[in-house]
């Protein structure tokens, strides 16, 4: 078993990631949406 590391670095690390991640995904949503508009 696996068990999450307790150290708040690791957290602030993975915390920080995610939110990259978040980010793009929203960008990469409104980029499709931008390129459906313009081929409709």
Do not use: C
């Not at 990631?17 to 978040?22: P, V």
């Amino acid at each position: 078993v696996i068990h999450p590391s307790t150290d708040p670095k690791v957290k602030k690390y993975h915390d920080a990631k995610y939110k990259i991640f978040r980010g793009l995904y929203e960008q990469q949503l409104s980029n499709r949406s931008i390129m459906a508009q313009a081929l409709a």
